[in-house]
């Protein structure tokens, strides 16, 4: 009986998060992939392990991987989309904080998506429609707050609203403080943490369509009921870009008056 696809992506997300645990705080060797990125062999091998379980299930859909480039139809109606390792220089620097994501585009939409916590042992996933948290085979449907008042700030680059928008320089804004708490996780496990209630919300920059780092957890929040938007309140990959996800409408709303303050009046 052939898996479906929720059930195949949790399964090649957990081939994936098996690698990390296995692999982490050993001798890794390192692959540079531009002067400030760089990939380990656990990430190598992580996204082996996750391309083997989708290959043997789907043989015929393309995939896209953050290191091996895409494979298949560069037009296939379904594509894979896989992050093995997210937070590498975490991962890296012995720090647990990383997210390993597997999604599926079907036409233009994400259909699939799960990011799994090889440490804690979570895979937050979503079939399109609803989202969950998976705990020791018990699954837990995702409800979104703001409550904590913690908002995770990208400050990874590529900036492409550079300069005119700096994620940084909300952290330094009175208004920011007096609202909310800034932190910076470095790994799009914080976008599946506003899905989950644990962050009230999410701001980076950046041209996300198709992003094996970001389509998991944009998924997750919008099958979870949060507000997703790009960074000036435009639908997804339109206008400037860039991704504010919040657990409602009043912390989006906060954080659009903060984030628009950047933007000259004639941008967009």
């Given at each position: 009986?052939?898996?479906?696809?929720?059930d195949?992506?949790?399964?090649?997300?957990?081939?994936?998060a098996?690698?990390?645990?296995?692999?982490?705080?050993t001798?890794?060797?390192?692959?540079?992939?531009?002067?400030?990125?760089?990939a380990t062999?656990?990430?190598?091998?992580?996204e082996?392990?996750?391309?083997?379980?989708?290959?043997?299930?789907?043989?015929g859909?393309?995939?896209?991987?953050?290191?091996?480039?895409?494979?298949?139809?560069?037009?296939?109606?379904?594509?894979?989309?896989?992050?093995?390792?997210?937070?590498?220089?975490n991962?890296?620097?012995?720090?647990?904080?990383?997210a390993?994501?597997?999604?599926?585009?079907?036409?233009?939409?994400?259909?699939?998506?799960?990011?799994?916590?090889?440490?804690?042992?979570e895979?937050?996933?979503t079939?399109?429609?609803?989202?969950?948290?998976?705990?020791?085979?018990?699954?837990?449907?995702?409800?979104?707050?703001?409550?904590?008042?913690?908002?995770?700030?990208?400050l990874?680059?590529?900036?492409p609203n550079?300069?005119a928008?700096?994620?940084v320089?909300?952290?330094?804004?009175e208004?920011?403080?007096?609202?909310?708490?800034?932190?910076?996780?470095?790994t799009?496990?914080?976008?599946?943490?506003?899905?989950?209630?644990?962050?009230?919300?999410?701001?980076?920059?950046?041209?996300?369509?198709d992003?094996?780092?970001?389509?998991?957890?944009?998924?997750?929040?919008?099958?979870?009921?949060?507000?997703?938007?790009?960074?000036?309140?435009?639908?997804l990959?339109?206008?400037?870009g860039?991704?504010?996800?919040?657990?409602?409408?009043?912390?989006?709303?906060?954080?659009?008056?903060?984030?628009?303050?950047?933007?000259p009046?004639?941008?967009?």
């Amino acid at each position: 009986m052939s898996l479906t696809d929720r059930d195949l992506a949790i399964a090649a997300a957990e081939a994936g998060a098996a690698v990390v645990r296995a692999r982490y705080g050993t001798a890794l060797d390192r692959f540079d992939k531009s002067p400030s990125d760089f990939a380990t062999a656990a990430d190598l091998e992580a996204e082996q392990a996750i391309l083997d379980v989708l290959r043997t299930a789907r043989p015929g859909d393309a995939v896209s991987g953050e290191e091996s480039g895409h494979t298949g139809a560069a037009d296939a109606e379904r594509t894979w989309l896989v992050d093995p390792l997210c937070g590498t220089l975490n991962y890296a620097a012995r720090t647990t904080l990383v997210a390993v994501n597997v999604a599926l585009r079907t036409g233009s939409d994400v259909t699939v998506g799960v990011s799994a916590d090889p440490f804690a042992e979570e895979l937050f996933w979503t079939d399109g429609e609803d989202a969950y948290v998976r705990r020791e085979g018990v699954d837990e449907k995702l409800t979104p707050s703001a409550e904590s008042r913690l908002v995770d700030v990208n400050l990874d680059p590529p900036f492409p609203n550079g300069p005119a928008f700096r994620a940084v320089e909300l952290l330094a804004d009175e208004a920011f403080a007096a609202r909310f708490r800034p932190r910076v996780v470095s790994t799009t496990l914080a976008v599946a943490w506003v899905a989950a209630g644990r962050r009230a919300a999410y701001v980076t920059d950046g041209h996300l369509r198709d992003s094996v780092h970001f389509a998991s957890g944009i998924a997750l929040c919008q099958a979870a009921g949060c507000v997703v938007t790009g960074l000036q309140g435009q639908p997804l990959h339109t206008g400037v870009g860039g991704l504010l996800v919040a657990a409602d409408q009043a912390t989006h709303a906060a954080l659009l008056t903060l984030v628009g303050n950047q933007f000259p009046p004639d941008a967009g």
